[in-house]
């Protein structure tokens, strides 16, 4: 854990899809695509108890329009795909 409350191995996948557009797992793609229901669903104990502070990295680590919407996640990985 960390000053986020995020697990590492999240802290992580999201530097990774951050800097080099690496998909990340159920979860995290549900948490940064906006969709609670789903995020929740697919957490396991340790995580759904973690996304307030997954959702705070992400806010002030994670470019603007990278995260939010499906459609800003898509943009996001395929952005600059030549």
């Given amino acids: 854990m960390n000053t986020w409350h995020v697990p590492d191995n999240v802290k992580g996948s999201l ?3 951050r800097d080099h557009k690496i998909p990340t797992g ?4 549900a948490v940064l ?5 789903s995020a ?11 996304i307030p502070g ?4 992400c806010y002030e ?6 995260w939010g919407s499906r ?3 898509k943009d ?6 030549k």
């Fill in 40 to 50: 929740i669903e697919r957490a396991d104990d340790e995580n759904v108890q973690c």
């Fill in 71 to 73: 459609e800003n996640v």
């Fill in 33 to 37: 695509e906006n969709d609670l229901i």
């Fill in 15 to 17: 530097i990774r899809y």
């Fill in 54 to 57: 997954i959702v705070r990295f």
């Fill in 26 to 29: 159920g979860f995290l793609e």
């Fill in 76 to 81: 996001w990985i395929n952005k600059d795909v």
């Fill in 61 to 66: 680590n994670l470019p603007f329009g990278s």
